[in-house]
Every structure is written in structure tokens, then in C-alpha cells.
């Protein structure tokens, strides 16, 4: 089984939301306060901690903020039950066939009664669910790891450090206590002092090297488990024996030791959810990799049957939140869910939003708890606010062609447009290290305003001309909102050899891209910005002659008289002759240099298609 | 009970080592609960597949003391889940009611178990007609129903009245046990339901434990034999002699034919009594109908080798239970060194018991002001939690009449429809317990008792609803309901509530109209031998454990007299 569907309602920042998710690996990305914590979050309520301690508990704060309707409810829909788990859910069936499975978390201030107590309710009736039957699923949160201490103060320290060794083939305890004392005293945690010094005492003083070993040999699944995820790092180049030596490599193991052990329990419960949260906050980029498809494949094992057994079946579901574009790159599209924060239109209906509020909005809400919730006053209706909004990428009608492509192109520098807003594709490296310099130097120059809204934009190369499928995959509107706020594309007219008369390739792919953006209703967000001939023809045109070959000596000291042949020529055969020019040349190397003269104020003219691309993006 | 080691019998151990399907025929005494402990320990250690076990049995006591065991053995933890231990309506309810609604109902199915109490009246100054007059399904009154409630007339506006009223309840979700039943069954009979629930319930539950099967209705074998054909193992658990729940449908010809479903070899007796001593043992024999004697029940227990042989008490057969039988009663047990509230004088109903013991009669009063004073005399002598239970929900009950807020409702209606749990009324009808505590200290008289609790409950009477007085109205059996459970005497019990249940000694008492249909069933005489007021009896005596007294008319004493002797029991014959 695996949970199909979250779905929230009037929680943290998501106003009324189903966010799917895939059997073995999600991966939710998106921007900053985008609301992927508050998702995992959900999750960590409507489900038992594997461990059996609860960290987190339904709060008033939790119910939206300046919300008047004073309650939150959460669902978690199942699906995909094999006999035994329809037996042991029964009574949080979905449908007479027991298709599915659902749980409901609902809270409530307005019923009057004090303490709040958050009601838990199962199937299509929202019955009670049978007691116990609920911990058939559980998760396993693993926070960003900041704090290596405090991961040590809780779980079983002799465990973790035996899998260490096991790691390490015998580090040294002293060592490894004394590189991971040291990650943490950067830390404000030192506070936890105390409570923490009894897990790392148990590392440095209290184990003795047999015992742990002793524990080890005994524990054949943990060290399955740990063979499985050495072989993983092997595959992705990486020696745990190295990891000691760089900055973070004990925190980097300890973290997956963490996860290997929890691993371990994962059997007792039919449905296990990793709930991972930033793991590039703590794993250097290659290991987030491995790791993840460690738990990949692990996901994927536990679902073989077991023969004999049909018991809790183990099985495991993995759900990561980032904002790494690395681990987006590394999935395929099918399985990212894109989060953003959204501000939705004003109701049709509501006139002129008034500030003030409701009348008695807190009706039947408990004396007690108003205190908490005066800080974050009601809001008035029909005052617009954020809300969060998902896209999962696997709901966007794209052809299989087109997503074929997306998986093969995604890569770390392409991923980043997941993060959304407004994004800029262009086609090469020259293009996305040329245009920030000319914005900030010259043409946003004196608009601070502008300038911001422009840094926060993503620039992608796509490293080529296709850019349909990506603009697809931007625009397409999944209930009503969209990946990109705005979309420039910036390309070149590639004219050189066109007949006149006839359209250029340029011309053409504007065409199509606009029609595209039409049929999906977002001809108002996308400008496709064609330049006549290639980059380097048009700053040449645009009377940059002389800072360009300065630039173009720096990497080819000898070929003076080439660039003034080139340059001496006209119009087309002038940029077919620069186009050549630059076939042997490095265009990124090129851009860079020639960035470096516009930041020290060398005389530049901005192109006209390059003004108006820098514009389009910062409307 | 005892803390020794256990050490099983020969019957007992075939039973814990056996692992398919078993039709268990368990006498008295037989150690039924420590074989279904050892039953589960055998299956749930060692390496087993993951799957739980499905305990089920009929009365919530039964179902709390095999939870308690199984719990401090450990084998279950709390909650039991994946095992699932409940009543067999429980287990209906919750797996196959309550989450998936009622077909072609929209509303939330709620249990209501006493709808069949709900009136009928199709118009004004129409005489009132309980539901349960009518059948399920037809609608039809019931002759033998009507005639009990003295009704007169034609019944067609009733019937009617009777039908809309059942469709009503329907459509609003009100199921009782029989409806659950009913649809628990339709689901699983049903072909697209039933392969989804089969390897779900079989891939859940690697065996199903049904204690207490005499109690069956032919619906709930139905039920069992359906998981026995979708892969489940079940164990019947069951001594037939002990059936009577007529009442509930139970029906031992049924059983009958459902164990002969069984092969010889699944067909398992538990034949050793742990309970009485051998005079008891074989007594109670000779209480089954002679079909049943086949298998001769050994006592094997601690009080084996009491040598007090067993007391029949032969009374007058004209002019009633008589008074001397609690009082020769009280002599034997005082002899024995016995605490007298430990050793409960049973019958079929109350009030036999109580004339035996000489307590005034009630004249099945329903005066509220009767009902409290019995709820609370109930619910300060009840031997147990389920009595107390059973006797402060009367009160609560009571309360709410004196409130004027059931209306037409039934009182489970009212309770589903507001919300009502346990915990939001027990404090309240517990304090009116406590407070209305009769003792001759507090109270000096009947009177004074009344008064406290007119002054008690008159803060519950509606705005405009008469007064209290009105409502607890003087009753001239107040003072004997209320002394019904003096303190040091034998404690009046009906069959039903001591089932289950044991004691060091335990009169029972048959009356006139039934004595002789009993021996006759007894002793061959009558007709097949279908007859719940024997059974009634076979349950009574089998309670004891040293002393088993029997009060019979004289014109039956001798008959049981002989057949006692026949199966090797001692026995005295007193006359009164």
C-alpha cells in the first residue's frame, strides 16, 4: 500500500489542497516558505511516529493564519492494499471493496469544548477506527540534520555507532566523538547541553568497541541494511573510509546511520513514510543522491513479497522535501510535486475588501485558547491572502515525447526553474552570464525596484533550442495556477542563411512557442524574444565592435586581423562571418570575460532584443 | 483459577496442539478460558505468519475476563490489534456495519438496541404496541405478542404504523443486533463483497475463536460457517446444554446440525470439571436431556472429593414457592462455613428467587419511583461490574424520564441521537446512587427514602411537566424493594445473570408451572428435548461448586431424585 493522497484543509498555509504522491519516491520542491514543511508536517499528524514519540501535536496556530473559521482537517488516502492490510484497515474503508483506505485528523475550536482534542476518523462513514489499527502506518521524520548531538541523543547511540564502525571498517570512537562535538559547538543548540552529553558519553567513554560489535553481529537485518547502502555509495563513487577526512563526513554518515537503523523497525508497521526534509541542508550534492536512491531502492525491496508472511508487510514510501536542485535533477518529472505560494484572485462578488472583520468570527471557541489566538488577528474575507498550491508534474498533459525529453534534460542548472516565478530560458551559457551584468550595469541601473524582481528571477540555459517542452511544462495551468509567473525565452533568429522573404528559424520558433502558450491560455505571460542573427552577431550590430575584440584577444592573443575581417563585413554576411568566428570560440569564457569589462564600466550598448528580454521579465 | 501450574488434560491438550477448524462441546467447569489462553499461546509463538486471532464470544463478561487473561499472560497487548476481542455483534458491527454503511442508505449507521422497544400507536388514544409485536420482515403482528399485551381489535392500522415506523428507522440508520446481522450476512453472502472479504478477513486472522456458541442464532452460524469456507480456521466453543438465549433466536437444533458439519476428528469434547465437586459433576449430568449423557463429565478440580452430597429440597406443590427454602438453605451453608452473600439463590426470574428467600414480592410494578429504588438496590448488591453497569444505566435512565426527555424515542435513540457517552452521564447517576443508598441509619423509613428522592430529582423536571410527585408516585412496594438485598443474606439472582459465573454454593429453585415439563424432558418422557427451562436449570446448578441445593415441587422430587442416583451422584431429599 502507499499513500496516494494528502489532503489539507484550512491548514498552516494551504487553504484546501489533494496533493498526490507516487508509490515509491515524491520528491516536493519549490521556493522558500513555499509550504513543503507544512505538507510533511501533515503527514507527521495524521500518522504515528515509528519510534512511538510524538514531536509534533495539532496546535491553534496550525489552523490558517487570520483564518475565522477556527478548525483544520487532514486526510491521508491509501491505496493499493493487499488482502491481509485490507483485513487489518477495514474499518477505514474507502469503498465496499476496500479499493483504498483513508485517515482524517480533524480539529476543531468551535465546538466549545476545552482542551482541544483533534478527532481521528477512518473511512468513507468518518467512523472511529478500529483502536491500533491506525499504527499500521507510521513515519520516520528525518529533519534537516543540523545538529549531529542531538541526532545522538536520541535513537539507540550503541547502534549508531556500531554501524559507524561498520562504515569505517574500526574508526577510532575518539575520533569520531571529537569531529562531531566539534560540527555541533558552531551551534546555538548548546543549550540542550546537558541532555544531549549522555548520548555522546555513550559514544566517547561508555562503549567499548566488543560490545558494539557483539550488538552488530547479532543484528543480521542492520548490517543487510548497511551493506546495501555502502554498495549504494560505491556505485556513486564514494568511499566511506573518505567521508571521515572532509568537513562534514561524520555528520554525513551519522546521518545515514540514522536512517539505516530506523530502517530497521520499518518492519513492524504495513506502511512506513521517510519523511525527509532538506537533506542538502547537512549530505554534500553527490550523497543526497546516492542516499535517496538508497531509500529508492529500498522502497522498492520492501514492496517483494514475502513468502509465508502476512503480517505487517513492511513496506516503505519515501517522501523528500528540498530545494535542492539536485535532487530534482536526479528524479524523473513524474515524481516531483511542485509547491508555490499563490495569491489567489478576489471572489467574484466581493466588492471592496473591507478590513474589517467578521461579525463575531470566534463564535464557540474556548475562552481559554482566545489568548492564542490574538496575535494573529482574523482576517476579513475578503482580504486576498497567500495560499499554497501544488503542481504535481505527473498531472501536466504533456505527450510522452515531451516528457521524455524533460526527464533527459532536467539536469542540476535546468532543475532550477522547479523553483518557479519568473524564469528566463535562453540558449546558452554566453546568454545567462551576459544578461545579469547588462540589467544590473545598464538597463535596470536606476531601477532598484525592477533590479530586485529581476535578480529573483531563474536564468536557464537550455543549451539548445527546444524549448517547447519546457515551456509547456511552465505554463500548463493545474487548477489555476501555474510553475512560472512569467516566462521570457529569449533565442536567437539564426538568420544568416535565410532567403529574404522567408521566416527565419527564430521567427518560427516564436511562433510555435506562442501558439503553444496560447492554446493553454498563457499568451499573457510568455514573450519569445528573437534576436536576427546569433548573440554575438546582434552586440557586434549593436556597436560593440571594439569592447568585444578587446574580450576576443584575451583568449586569442593572434587573432586580431581575423575578428577585424569579420567585423569589416555587412549585414548577414557580417554575422555569418562573427558566427563562424565564434564556432572555435569557448562562447562562455568569451561572455565572461567580456562580462568582466561591462562590471568595470567599459563602454557597452544593450542590443534592443536583449533590452526588451531584460524588460519582459521584470513587467 | 488457581496459580498452580497448568498442566492439561488429555482432551485439553489435543484442543491447544490443534490448529485446523474444531467443534469443542465443553461441560461445566471445563477450563474453557485457560485452553482458549493456551490455544492462543501455541499459535501466536514461535514463527508464525504475522496474522492475529479473532476471539469472540457473546456476553461482555465472558469477552473482558478472556481479554484480562490474555493480557496479563501477555499475549495480547492493548489495544489487541491485529486480534480482535469482542461480542460476536461487536465484531459484526465494527468490520462489517460501520464502515461501509448501510446499501442504499445514505445516513451513518447508528446501533440503536432497543428499537424493538419503540412504541407503536398509529393515532391518538390508539393502544400502544411495543415494535417488537411485529415481525422483521413481514411486518405482521405476532399472535402469540398481541396476546401478552392483552391487545384487542383489528391490528391492521398497527401493522401498518408498525411498517413505516421500521422503514423509517432504516432510512435514518437505526439498525439493532438482529438488522446488523441481517446486513452483516447480505455483505458477506453478496458475490462482489464476498471476495473482497474473504482474503481480507482470512489474510487478517489466522483463526477465529467463537466462546459461548450455544448462543448462536442460526444467522450467526451462517456468519461462522461463511469464514470457515473462506480459509479462516474457527473454533466453536460451546456446551449446548447452556443455551438460553432463546430470546436472541438461539436455537440448539441448529447447533446440532452445524456441529454434524464437523468431521469426528474436529469434533472435540472437554469432559473434566474443575469447578464442582464430583457429586456435582455427576448431578449436573443427569440435568442434560438424556440424548445429551453420552459423555460422563469426571470432577477434577480442588473441590473433587467434598463429601456433601446434593440437597433436594422438595416443597408443597400447592401454594407457592415457599419462604423455608432460603432458611434451610441458610442452615447448610452456615454448616459449611460459607458467607451467605457469596451463595446466591437463582431461578428463571427474580421473583421466584426472592420468595424463596422470603423477600416481598414486586407485582412487576413500573412505577418510577419502584424502578429507581430496584436500580439502586441493583446497582449497591450486583456481585459484579457489568450488574453495576446494567443498574446505573436504569438510573440514568429514570432520570431521563423524570426529565420528560425520551418522548417517543427509545432510550438508545436518545443516547445516539445527542451524542450521549458513558462518561457525560455517569457521574450524575452515580451520585444519585451513592445518595439514594438505602440503610436504615440514613433512611428510618420507605418514606423518608422517597422524599430524598423526589427532593434529588426535581431539578430535572421540563419548565412545564407536571410535578414530582406526580412522577415518583408512593408505591406500596417501595420498602421491600429497597430491603430486597439485605445486608448478610443470600442474594436473589435470576439464571442469566450468574451465568458464566461461580460460587461455593447455589440453590436453584423450580416453580410448579415448570417442573414437570422439566423432568419430563428429563427423563425421556416429553417429546424431543428442545426445552430452555431446563437448560435454565442445568446452568443454575452447575454454578456450584460444594453445594448444589435443588427446590422442586414434592411431586417431582423423586423423579430427579433417581435420575441423579442413576449417574452416581449422592444425593439427600429434604422435605419441607
Known amino acids: ?619 | 483459577m488457581s496459580t498452580k501450574p497448568f498442566t492439561p488434560t488429555d482432551q485439553q491438550k489435543l484442543i491447544i496442539a490443534h490448529g485446523g477448524s474444531a467443534f469443542i462441546a465443553a461441560c461445566p467447569g471445563a477450563g474453557k478460558t485457560r485452553v482458549m489462553v493456551e490455544r492462543a499461546r501455541s499459535s501466536l509463538s514461535g514463527p508464525g505468519t504475522g496474522r492475529g486471532v479473532a476471539f469472540l464470544s457473546f456476553t461482555l463478561a465472558a469477552v473482558s475476563e478472556l481479554e484480562d487473561r490474555l493480557r496479563r499472560e501477555g499475549l495480547i497487548d492493548t489495544p489487541p490489534f491485529p486480534h480482535f476481542i469482542g461480542t460476536f455483534d461487536s465484531f459484526l458491527w465494527q468490520l462489517l456495519i460501520a464502515p461501509f454503511g448501510i446499501d442504499g442508505c445514505a445516513e451513518k449507521p447508528r446501533l440503536i438496541p432497543d428499537k424493538d422497544a419503540r412504541d407503536v400507536q398509529p393515532y391518538d388514544r390508539a393502544q400502544i404496541l411495543k415494535l417488537e409485536c411485529f415481525d422483521r420482515t413481514t411486518g405482521a403482528a405476532v399472535e402469540d405478542k398481541l396476546r401478552r399485551a392483552n391487545f384487542r381489535g383489528s391490528v391492521k392500522a398497527h401493522e401498518t404504523a408498525a411498517r413505516n415506523l421500521r422503514k423509517g428507522l432504516l432510512e435514518r440508520g437505526e439498525l439493532d443486533f438482529a438488522d446488523a446481522r441481517e446486513i452483516a450476512l447480505a455483505r458477506l453472502r453478496d458475490p462482489a463483497c464476498g471476495a473482497v472479504l474473504a482474503p481480507a478477513l482470512a489474510g487478517r486472522f489466522q483463526e477465529l475463536v467463537v466462546d459461548e456458541a450455544q448462543d448462536c442464532n442460526p444467522v450467526d452460524l451462517e456468519i461462522i460457517t461463511w469464514f470457515r469456507n473462506a480459509g479462516t480456521p474457527v473454533k466453536v466453543i460451546c456446551d449446548p446444554n447452556q443455551a438460553i438465549y432463546g430470546f436472541r433466536g438461539g436455537v440448539t437444533r441448529e447447533l446440532t446440525a452445524f456441529a454434524a458439519t464437523f468431521i469426528a476428528d474436529e469434533r472435540m469434547p472437554m469432559s473434566g470439571n474443575f469447578r464442582s465437586s464430583q457429586h456435582i459433576a455427576r448431578a449436573v449430568v443427569a440435568l442434560r436431556p438424556p440424548s445429551q449423557r453420552a459423555v460422563v463429565d469426571d470432577a477434577l478440580g480442588e473441590f473433587r472429593d467434598e463429601p456433601t452430597p446434593v440437597q433436594i429440597l422438595s416443597y408443597p406443590s400447592k401454594g407457592g414457592v415457599p419462604a423455608a427454602i432460603g432458611v434451610k438453605f441458610r442452615q447448610l451453608t452456615d454448616f459449611m462455613g460459607l458467607v451467605a452473600e457469596d451463595c446466591p439463590v437463582v431461578a428463571a426470574t427474580r421473583r421466584t428467587a426472592a420468595n424463596a428467600l422470603g423477600h416481598p414480592p414486586d407485582g412487576g410494578v413500573q412505577d418510577l419511583s419502584y424502578r429507581l429504588a430496584v436500580a439502586v438496590s441493583d446497582f449497591h448488591f450486583s456481585f459484579e461490574l457489568g450488574g453495576r453497569k446494567e443498574a446505573l444505566e436504569a438510573i440514568h435512565r429514570i432520570m431521563l424520564q423524570v426529565g420528560g426527555r425520551l418522548g417517543a424515542k427509545t432510550y438508545y435513540q436518545h443516547l445516539s441521537e445527542t451524542g450521549t457517552e458513558a462518561h457525560n452521564w455517569r457521574p450524575e447517576a452515580l451520585a444519585v446512587a451513592d445518595a439514594l443508598r438505602f440503610t436504615a441509619e440514613r433512611f428510618g423509613t420507605a418514606q423518608l427514602w422517597l422524599d430524598e428522592a423526589r427532593r434529588l430529582l426535581e431539578p430535572l423536571l421540563p419548565a412545564e411537566g407536571g410535578t414530582i410527585k406526580q412522577k415518583l408516585r408512593w408505591n406500596d412496594g417501595l420498602a421491600a424493594a429497597l430491603a430486597a438485598n439485605p445486608t448478610g443474606g443470600h442474594p436473589a439472582r435470576t439464571i442469566h445473570s450468574v451465568k458464566g459465573m461461580e460460587f461455593p454454593a447455589v440453590c436453584v429453585v423450580m416453580t410448579t408451572a415448570t417442573a414437570k415439563r422439566i423432568l419430563d424432558t428429563l427423563s425421556a418422557v416429553a417429546a424431543g428435548d428442545d426445552n430452555e427451562d431446563a437448560r435454565k436449570i442445568y446452568v443454575g446448578a452447575s454454578r456450584a461448586q460444594r453445594l448444589l441445593m435443588i427446590a422442586l415441587p414434592s411431586t417431582q422430587a423423586d423423579r430427579l431424585r433417581s435420575l441423579m442416583i442413576g449417574l452416581g451422584a449422592g444425593v439427600v431429599v429434604t422435605q419441607l
Open chain 1, 1 to 619: 500500500m502507499y499513500l496516494e493522497k494528502l489532503g489539507l484543509q484550512n491548514f498552516r498555509s494551504f487553504e484546501e489542497a489533494a496533493i498526490p504522491l507516487c508509490k515509491d519516491l515524491t520528491i516536493l520542491v519549490g521556493e522558500n516558505n513555499g509550504g513543503k514543511s507544512n505538507a510533511i508536517d501533515a503527514i507527521r499528524l495524521l500518522t504515528q511516529p515509528l519510534g512511538g514519540r510524538r514531536e509534533i501535536y495539532c496546535e491553534t496556530t496550525d489552523i490558517r493564519f487570520g483564518s475565522a473559521n477556527r478548525m483544520f482537517e487532514l486526510s491521508a488516502a491509501f491505496t493499493d492494499l493487499n488482502p491481509g492490510q485490507r483485513g487489518r484497515l477495514i474499518t477505514a474503508a474507502t469503498d465496499a471493496a476496500i479499493s483504498g483506505c483513508v485517515f482524517g485528523v480533524k480539529y476543531d475550536e468551535t465546538t466549545g469544548r476545552f482542551p482541544i482534542r483533534p478527532q481521528l476518523w477512518a473511512g468513507a462513514q468518518r467512523g472511529n477506527p478500529e483502536p491500533g489499527c491506525h499504527e499500521s502506518v507510521r513515519h520516520v521524520y528525518l529533519p534537516p540534520l543540523r545538529d549531529a548531538k542531538r541526532a545522538l541523543a536520541s535513537g539507540n547511540p550503541t547502534r549508531i555507532y556500531a554501524l559507524l564502525n561498520h562504515f569505517l571498517e574500526g574508526g577510532a570512537p575518539e575520533e569520531v566523538a571529537k569531529a562531531l562535538r566539534r560540527g555541533a559547538d558552531a551551534d546555538i543548540l548548546t543549550k540542550v547541553g546537558g541532555a544531549v552529553e549522555i548520548g555522546l558519553s555513550a559514544l566517547t567513554a561508555g562503549v567499548r568497541r566488543q560490545s558494539a560489535s557483539l550488538g552488530f553481529a547479532n543484528d543480521e537485518k542492520l548490517i543487510d541494511i548497511a551493506r546495501d547502502l555502502r554498495f549504494k555509495l560505491a556505485d556513486h563513487g564514494i568511499e566511506p573510509e573518505d567521508l571521515r577526512y572532509s568537513g562534514h563526513g561524520y555528520a554525513n554518515l551519522l546521518y545515514m546511520a540514522t536512517i539505516a537503523v530506523e530502517l530497521e523497525k520499518v518492519n513492524d508497521a504495513d506502511l512506513t513514510l521517510f519523511l525527509v526534509e532538506e537533506p542538502e541542508a547537512h549530505l554534500h550534492p553527490q550523497l543526497q543522491a546516492a542516499v535517496l536512491s538508497f531509500l529508492d531502492e529500498q522502497a522498492a525491496k520492501s514492496r517483494l513479497p514475502r513468502e509465508g508472511h502476512q503480517g505487517p508487510t513492511g513496506e516503505l514510501q519515501i517522501i523528500v522535501a528540498t530545494h535542492s536542485p539536485n535532487l530534482s535533477a536526479w528524479v524523473e518529472s513524474r515524481k516531483l510535486v511542485f509547491f508555490r505560494s499563490h495569491l489567489p484572485r478576489p471572489p467574484v462578488g466581493v466588492d471592496t475588501p473591507g478590513d474589517e472583520a467578521p461579525a463575531e468570527p470566534l463564535a464557540g471557541v474556548p475562552a481559554e485558547i482566545l489568548p492564542e489566538i490574538e496575535p494573529n488577528p482574523v482576517i476579513a474575507a475578503g482580504r486576498p491572502r497567500r495560499v499554497t498550491r501544488c503542481i504535481p508534474l505527473a498531472a501536466l498533459t504533456l505527450t510522452d515525447i515531451e516528457r521524455r525529453k524533460i526527464d533527459r534534460y532536467l539536469d542540476v542548472t535546468k532543475s532550477a526553474f522547479l523553483f518557479g516565478g519568473r524564469v528566463l530560458l535562453v540558449e546558452g551559457i554566453a546568454e545567462a552570464l551576459l544578461l545579469p551584468v547588462i540589467a544590473k550595469k545598464i538597463v535596470l541601473k536606476d531601477d532598484v525596484e525592477k533590479l530586485r524582481l529581476f535578480r529573483s528571477a531563474v536564468f536557464v540555459p537550455i543549451d539548445g533550442v527546444d524549448f517547447e517542452p519546457y515551456t509547456k511544462l511552465l505554463l500548463t495551468p493545474y487548477e489555476e495556477v501555474r510553475i512560472a509567473d512569467r516566462l521570457v525565452v529569449l533565442t536567437d533568429g539564426d538568420g544568416g542563411d535565410v532567403q529574404p522573404g522567408e521566416e527565419t528559424p527564430g521567427a518560427g520558433r516564436k511562433r510555435r512557442l506562442t501558439a503553444a502558450a496560447t492554446a493553454l491560455g498563457a499568451q499573457d505571460l510568455l514573450d519569445v524574444i528573437v534576436g536576427d542573427y546569433s548573440l554575438e552577431s546582434e552586440l557586434v550590430r549593436a556597436g560593440n565592435a571594439d569592447i568585444m575584440k578587446t574580450a576576443y584577444l584575451v583568449l586569442h592573443q593572434n587573432s586580431g586581423p581575423k575578428w577585424d575581417t569579420a567585423v569589416g563585413q555587412a549585414d548577414a554576411a557580417q554575422a555569418v562571418a562573427i558566427q563562424k568566428l565564434f564556432e572555435t570560440t569557448r562562447k562562455g569564457d568569451f561572455a565572461q570575460v567580456l562580462a568582466d569589462a561591462i562590471n568595470q564600466g567599459g563602454a557597452f550598448m544593450v542590443p534592443p532584443y536583449l533590452k526588451q528580454a531584460i524588460e519582459a521579465l521584470v513587467v
